[in-house]
């Protein structure tokens, strides 16, 4: 279950024709983020006009939480890391303490969403998605207007424009390859591959 306030102006619901599955349609979504800690203040993580979901009525009363799609268009998402080192998108909790919350979202699609991501150290970087479509660790985008504020690690190519399908492959001994089908960014296109070996003992590639 959410663990942050969730503010909705209306709500529509439809049976698909593949029953069990429904379509709850939201609009004017305003989903606040997780904060670090008991007290404290919570900024908006999502902002919507509209928020579609479609899941099956089974799988939400009797067994794990699953929506089998999720399409978010015209809004903004804020993404803020924590003075703690954590991010403020942890907005599920568990109902058990030794059961974690667990839910499985098979496909996403973004339309005309800004993006924004705040690190703790001040540095704000910001992207505004045309369109995105994200399926079981494929990833389609087209993208313009990034920019980075209060750094210049970026500034010489900021901003970007273009569009990006990739591919993410994970291995039997968790090493992964991301696979970049075709890409064009700033009218350069591009393509390629490039894998992280698996360490055990810094949990990541070495």
């Given amino acids: ?7 909705v102006e209306e709500v529509g619901l439809s049976v698909w024709a593949e029953f069990p599955m ?3 349609n939201l609009k004017k979504v305003v989903l606040m983020g997780s904060v670090s800690h008991s007290g404290a203040t919570a900024d908006t993580l ?3 006009n509209s928020l579609g979901v479609a899941l099956s009525l089974w799988d939400v009363l009797f067994g794990e939480p699953k929506i089998d799609a999720l399409v978010l268009e015209g809004g903004v998402i804020n993404v803020r890391e924590l003075k703690n080192g954590t991010w403020n998108t942890s907005i599920l909790e568990s109902d058990s303490a030794s059961k974690p919350s667990k839910l499985t979202i098979s496909k996403i699609t973004l339309r005309d969403v800004k993006m924004v991501v705040e690190k703790r150290s001040g540095e704000i970087y910001s992207v505004v998605i045309s369109d995105a479509f994200i399926n079981e660790g494929e990833l ?3 993208f313009n207007d990034i920019t980075e504020a209060n750094g210049d690690v970026l500034e010489n190519i900021l901003p970007l424009n273009g569009y990006v399908e990739t591919q993410l ?3 039997e001994n968790n090493d992964f390859e991301l696979l970049i089908n075709d890409a064009l960014v700033n009218d350069i296109p591009f393509s390629g591959s490039v894998k992280y070996p ?3 003992e810094t949990g990541n590639d070495t």
């Avoid at 279950?1 to 503010?7: G, I």
Wanted: charged share 15%; aromatic share 4%; no cysteine.
């Fill in 140 to 142: 389609s985008v087209s």
């Fill in 22 to 24: 429904v379509a709850v």
């Fill in 169 to 171: 492959n994970i291995g």
């Fill in 1 to 7: 279950k959410l663990s942050t306030e969730l503010s």
């Fill in 46 to 48: 999502i902002r919507a």
């Fill in 198 to 200: 698996y360490s055990s």
